[in-house]
């Protein structure tokens, strides 16, 4: 994920540890690996966020509820 324009925070959750950065340079990027929860929060006006992704969306691969996502990091 790169934010190509603007600025966003972004939250990231193990399910042990938080953290949370800042999107701002178009030239730096975040890669979200599998079972990692995320959070994209205070999107600047005009935000452009490029995603790149391995494969097309199946929305049965993602876990939509924190509490089921903590459930299953555990494991």
């Not at 603007?6 to 999107?23: C, E, Q, T």
């Not at 030239?27 to 995320?38: E, S, T």
């Amino acid at each position: 994920m790169f934010c190509i324009s603007g600025s966003i925070k972004l939250v990231l959750d193990n399910g042990k540890k938080r953290r949370d950065l800042i999107l701002n340079k178009p030239n730096l990027g975040v890669f979200i690996d599998k079972m990692i929860w995320h959070e994209m929060h205070e999107f600047k006006k005009n935000t452009i966020l490029l995603v790149l992704a391995s494969g097309i969306f199946e929305s049965e691969d993602y876990i939509r509820d924190y509490a089921q996502f903590k459930k299953q990091a555990k494991t």
